[in-house]
C-alpha cells in the first residue's frame, strides 16, 4: 500500500514518499483516505480539508500499512470508497489509531462475493480483459456524465496497466489464500460500525 500525506497549505507536487509537516493544530488532524482501485493521488490533490492534514492510501498490492506518520495526531477521520473499504477493514482492524469518524462510500468489506460484492466471474472478466480501452470504458462508467469525465482526465491516475492488473490479481489471492486458511469466508472487519454507507456498489463500477 502507498501513502500520501500532505498539508494543503503548505503543498507542493512532490513524489508520494514525501510527507510534509503541519503548522501546529489544536488538536492535530487527520483526514486519512482510502481511494479505489486503479487509483493514485492525483485526482485527489484539488481536495483541501480545513484544518486537518490528508493522507491518501491505495495501490493494495500489499496491504502493508504504516503508522509512523500517524503518531502525532489525535484525532483521525476514516473515509473509504470502493476497494478502499475493504482495505481499511483489513488494514485498520489490526492497528489501534485515535479515530474518531469512519465513513466508507460506495464499497463493501467483500470485494469479490455473488451478493455483497462483485461477482466473482466480473471480477476476473476485468482482470483478464483489461487493457487502456477497457480501463477508458471503466473509468467513463466511474464518472456519471461525460462532463466529470473529461474533469478526471484531466488528474487521472499515473499507473500502468501492468501493475493495475497486479493489484486486482493481489486482493484475489489475499482473498483465495484467507478462505483457503479457513475453509470459509473471510471474517468481516466492524470497523465501520458505527458508518455511513453512502450508496451502492453496482455492477463494473470504480472499485
Known amino acids: 500500500m502507498k501513502q500520501y500525506i500532505y498539508t ?4 507542493t507536487h ?22 479505489g ?28 500499512f504504516d503508522t509512523s506518520p500517524l503518531t502525532g495526531y489525535t484525532v483521525i477521520d476514516v473515509v473509504a470508497w470502493s476497494m478502499g473499504v475493504w482495505a481499511a477493514s483489513q488494514v485498520l482492524s489490526k492497528v489501534s489509531l485515535p479515530i474518531r469518524r469512519r465513513i466508507a ?22 482482470l483478464e480483459g483489461l487493457n487502456e480501452a477497457s480501463l477508458r470504458k471503466f473509468q467513463r462508467r466511474m464518472c456519471a456524465d461525460g462532463n466529470v469525465f473529461a474533469r478526471f482526465q484531466l488528474t487521472a491516475p499515473e499507473r500502468s496497466i501492468e501493475e493495475l492488473k497486479e493489484e486486482l490479481a493481489a486482493v484475489a489471492g489475499t ?11 473471510p471474517p468481516f ?19
Open 14 to 35: 512532490t513524489a508520494p514518499s514525501h510527507i510534509h509537516t503541519s503548522p501546529p493544530q489544536e488538536p492535530p488532524r487527520l483526514l486519512l483516505f482510502f481511494a
Open 8 to 11: 494543503p497549505s503548505l503543498y
Open 189 to 207: 472487519r466492524h470497523i465501520f460500525f458505527p458508518v455511513w454507507f453512502l450508496g451502492t456498489l453496482p455492477p463494473l463500477s470504480a472499485f
Open 105 to 126: 462510500i460506495n464499497g463493501t468489506p467483500f470485494p469479490i462475493d455473488e451478493k455483497r460484492g462483485i461477482p466473482p466471474a466480473i471480477f476476473m472478466g476485468t
Open 37 to 64: 482501485w486503479g487509483m493514485d493521488e492525483h485526482p485527489f490533490l484539488q481536495y483541501a480539508p480545513q484544518d486537518s492534514d490528508f493522507m491518501i492510501c491505495y495501490d493494495y498490492r500489499t496491504l502493508d
Open 175 to 185: 482473498l483465495t489464500e484467507a478462505r483457503s486458511s479457513s475453509g470459509k469466508q
